[in-house]
């Protein structure tokens, strides 16, 4: 199992240290050749994927953000020439000429290149990647004229052409000839099969690795940033990785970056440490000595500088749900526990998490070895690969054949939902990942499963690589004999059908049955994957007894804030409608919580209460979409800005959400999900 599947920005750390590589060649102590190959022929693949990542997610948004990664990159390029200014004036002066192609500093020419070769690949990028790819190929074979194929240009008569580009800039390896192409590269985002990628990145390495041997042996190359098999070296390569991880991590994108920026300037501390504490020999005449102490410094630097990072201030959230990540752990643990030897949690994280907010629940557990979600349809699995969650994603409902390419692009697992989606899906002619849903009495989705036939069918379509089978329980909450009658029928149903699978010789692949309510009614079952979605979040749909008592936490807390205070006398009318007289002289708590965050409008006169300081008291009037009042006469001490909690624990009070929901007349479910993407985070 891919373990540590690296997100795009993940490998720009990568990168990041291979370019110190090239500027500390940790290997020429020991051996030229392979100093060679790991500074001028492998390290070269950094820079090119720095670009491809910037352009692939460039691309992603349209190219909206252009203006504000221009700004950006700009602002960086000038904090760096100020940075390197002292070591610019101390080697004899500030390098005007270079400023917009080559950088202001040996490494920094990548800034501008990023810059200019951004607004070009934009440009180009309007007529077309078919038009456009071409275009910037063939900028970058002049490119290449000028850097590892010089001595062959020379020959071939071009030397007076390349001699006068040489008078605007020192290298062809810039913005115009080098970056729009690999920007380009990466705004196409090609993903290949897994094995072409792998095969056509060994081959065109190989095949990169013999043209600089050859160039360097016979050819006079003037610089070896530019081979003519990089781009399709890149171009597989990206696509590899693109098939492990489409995510962002910004923060370790920006530590990348930073270690870019840093790492000349700690190549200078190195050196002059080293010889002011006697160790001349260790870290810096042996080469690699050096290139570890350089990388040493230039991470640690970069992850003290990323961690000072001034934060923008953002508004205190006026209402907001609380995780109990831990709680979230425990919960995993627990419901993996009560799973047959060999069976997996499918984590349902559908309708943003049940209200939890599904990039963080799914996060959460990826980190803690969780490698497969559900959801309930594409926008949902979209949005978590996005978010960097690698593992399978099955999608519960069903997806349009029309957006079938999208199921592809982003690697999602589709559910067949009868045998028409099925055809439809095969006659799009990609080829899909799929899981059968089998209909073993709920009649929502599935193929009958006793229709052995629609099975066959199923399986004689071509494309559809079919990975799993499963059923959903319909009757499982409840513990009368007519339910547990149902579901055993389910059960059976399901198990006749994989195993007449079977014995036709079919796979089908991953096998499961068990949502939340499935783990705890039924003994383990011998399947590949369990689906729990609400026991995740350590709370049940509603009050009732079930077989097996699972050690489950609550993993969210509802809280607002109060914030006014007023005393009401005897008599006096409060809220909307009149609905609340006061029968005594009442202190209100106004508190900044409504239907509009996701409470039941009827909520107040169900008797619904919420925790301030630790005490429950009433909800009075009716609820307003954006505020509510409490009676908070019997509290001592109440203050605008004390913390209001309506789902959760504050000191000994507990309101749990099931209670509400059942106050409610609706299930725990429907509260959860209803909660609104206003509510903050933390
Ligand atoms: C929602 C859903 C689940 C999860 O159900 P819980 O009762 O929340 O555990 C599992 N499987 C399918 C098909 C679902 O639609």
Redesign the pocket.
């Known amino acids: 199992m891919r373990q540590n599947a690296p997100a795009l920005d993940r490998c720009r750390l990568l990168a990041a240290v291979l370019v110190i590589a090239v500027h500390t060649g940790p290997l020429s102590s020991f051996t030229e050749t392979g100093n060679f190959l790991l500074t001028r022929v492998l390290a070269r693949l950094a820079v090119p994927f720095f670009f491809m990542v910037s352009g692939h997610f460039l691309a992603r948004d349209g190219w909206r953000s252009l203006g504000r990664f221009c700004r950006h990159t700009l602002l960086l390029y000038l904090a760096a020439v100020l940075l390197y200014l002292p070591l610019n004036l101390y080697n004899g002066g500030f390098p005007w000429k270079s400023l917009i192609f080559d950088g202001a500093f040996y490494h920094l020419w990548y800034l501008p290149a990023v810059l200019l070769g951004a607004v070009l690949a934009r440009q180009l990028a309007k007529l077309g990647l078919r038009l456009a790819l071409p275009l910037s190929f063939g900028l970058y074979l002049v490119g290449l004229g000028g850097d590892s194929w010089y001595g062959l240009a020379v020959e071939a008569g071009l030397g007076p052409v390349y001699d006068g580009l040489f008078t605007v800039f020192a290298y062809t390896r810039n913005g115009l000839f080098f970056a729009p192409l690999f920007l380009l590269l990466g705004a196409a985002g090609r993903q290949f099969s897994r094995r072409v990628s792998l095969v056509g990145f060994v081959i065109a390495l190989v095949a990169m690795v013999a043209e600089a041997l050859l160039l360097r042996r016979f050819a006079s190359p003037r610089h070896d940033s530019m081979y003519l098999f990089l781009p399709a070296v890149m171009l597989f390569a990206f696509s590899l990785l693109l098939s492990c991880n489409r995510g962002r991590d910004r923060a370790v994108g920006r530590v990348a970056m930073l270690v870019y920026l840093l790492h000349p300037w700690c190549i200078v501390l190195i050196r002059g440490g080293a010889r002011a504490v006697g160790l001349w020999s260790i870290l810096v005449e042996n080469s690699l000595g050096f290139f570890l102490s350089v990388t040493a410094l230039s991470l640690g630097l970069s992850a003290a500088i990323y961690a000072l990072r001034p934060r923008r201030q953002r508004p205190d959230a006026r209402a907001w749900r609380e995780l109990d990540l831990n709680a979230l752990r425990h919960n995993a643990d627990v419901l993996q526990s009560a799973l047959a030897p060999g069976c997996r949690l499918m984590a349902?994280v559908?309708a943003d998490a049940?209200g939890h907010g599904a990039v963080r629940v799914a996060r959460t557990l990826q980190r803690h070895g969780v490698r497969a979600f559900?959801v309930?349809c594409l926008s949902e699995g979209i949005a978590l690969r996005k978010a960097g969650i690698w593992g399978t994603i099955l999608i519960?409902g069903y997806t349009a054949p029309a957006d079938a390419a999208l199921l592809r692009r982003w690697r999602l697992t589709q559910t067949v939902a009868d045998l028409p989606h099925g055809q439809a899906l095969a006659e799009t002619g990609l080829s899909l990942r799929v899981h059968l849903a089998l209909d073993t009495g709920m009649h929502r989705l599935g193929l009958p499963a006793e229709d052995y036939g629609a099975l066959e069918a199923v399986y004689a379509l071509p494309h559809l690589k079919i990975c799993g089978i499963f059923t959903?329980l319909y009757d499982c909450e409840a513990l009368t004999a007519e339910a547990t009658g149902h579901t055993l029928r389910q059960l059976t149903l399901f198990q006749d059908a994989v195993a007449w699978l079977r014995a036709q010789g079919y796979d089908p692949g991953r096998t499961h049955i068990q949502?939340?309510?499935g783990i705890w009614n039924l003994p383990p079952q011998p399947c590949a994957y369990a689906?729990?979605?609400?026991?995740l979040y350590g709370v049940a749909?509603q009050e009732g007894p079930v077989q097996r008592q699972l050690d489950l936490r609550p993993v969210l807390s509802l809280r607002a804030r109060v914030v006014s205070i007023r005393t009401v006398s005897a008599g006096t009318h409060a809220g909307y409608g009149a609905a609340f007289t006061a029968q005594r002289d009442t202190v209100l708590a106004t508190v900044s919580m409504g239907y509009g965050d996701g409470l039941p409008r009827n909520l107040p006169e169900r008797g619904g209460q919420a925790l301030v300081r630790g005490q429950k008291v009433p909800m009075v009037g009716r609820l307003c979409m954006d505020q509510l009042l409490l009676d908070v006469t019997d509290l001592d001490q109440v203050r605008a800005g004390d913390v209001v909690t309506f789902i959760g624990r504050d000191g000994p009070g507990e309101i749990r959400a099931m209670d509400v929901a059942a106050q409610c007349g609706i299930l725990t479910?429907e509260l959860l999900t209803r909660l609104s993407p206003r509510l903050g985070s933390r």
């Open positions: 349902v559908k049940y559900a309930a519960l959903h949502a939340s309510y689906r729990p979605g609400i026991a749909s479910n």
